[in-house]
């Protein structure tokens, strides 16, 4: 139990292209999606928090704008860079959580590289 | 402060041996919740275990346990026997009950190395 699905799972764009990133709960309804960016060799960085339903909370620093995320359904979140550019290039990871005391369940992550 | 600290950043032994990756955590909060997760070389990250502050027990699955001292903040974890396939970088993380999201708070990871 406990799956979480993640596509792509890589991308190569040009610069400029706007990206979207899927994440989908498949055996469980997430109350609550996160993303993360994890840069080579470090730990993850919550970009943002999604509760279906509402909008999305987007840590200090990650330009929403940039960052759209939307959480349509209990089971589905999406991630779009938009208008990437070659900094942007990074490793996407998803969660999604049942409820709050439950622990997140990751995608397989997403390699993001413009060029 | 809110703090998840793994000093190890790598550990390398061979086939067979014991080995232990240390987690010491901050927190203000008497109620939170401790995790570890295994990130292999193809980067999905595997849920291994969560603890809760209320339950101290430790806890064995396999060749896996885990040492949970609330006495010194620290939530160790010891894999039994290594095997090749335990090379990866583990994560600790911590999730506290005043934040309200309980986001997960990350430690550096500890890479983990096992030689045939």
């Known amino acids: 139990g406990a799956v979480v699905s993640q596509h792509p799972s890589r991308v190569i764009c040009k610069s400029g292209t706007s990206v979207k990133i899927e994440c989908r709960s498949l055996d469980f309804q997430a109350t609550t999606m996160f993303w993360y960016r994890q840069f080579p060799k470090q730990s993850l960085m919550l970009m943002a928090t999604s509760n279906e339903g509402s909008k999305a909370t987007y840590e200090q620093g990650v330009e929403k704008d940039k960052f759209l995320i939307n959480h349509a359904s209990l089971t589905l979140s999406t991630l779009t860079v938009t208008s990437a550019h070659p900094e942007d290039s990074s490793f996407y990871i998803c969660?999604?959580?049942?409820?709050?005391?439950?622990?997140?369940?990751f995608g397989d992550g997403t390699r993001l590289s413009i060029l | 402060a809110q703090k998840v600290t793994q000093a190890q950043t790598e550990i390398s032994v061979v086939e067979k041996e014991d080995v232990t990756l240390d987690c010491v955590y901050e927190t203000r909060d008497t109620t939170y919740y401790l995790f570890w997760y295994k990130q292999p070389p193809s980067g999905e990250l595997v849920f291994l275990i969560r603890?809760?502050?209320?339950d101290e027990q430790n806890e064995i699955s396999g060749r896996y346990s885990w040492n949970f001292q609330k006495s010194t903040s620290s939530f160790n974890f010891t894999i039994t026997a290594s095997q090749v396939v335990d090379s990866a970088v583990y994560f600790c993380?911590?999730?506290?009950?005043?934040?309200?999201?309980?986001?997960?708070?990350w430690g550096a990871g500890t890479k983990l190395i096992i030689k045939p």
């Open positions: 603890r809760n502050s209320f």
């Open positions: 993380a911590l999730s506290e009950a005043m934040d309200s999201n309980y986001q997960l708070i």
């Open positions: 969660s999604a959580r049942l409820w709050f005391d439950q622990p997140q369940h």
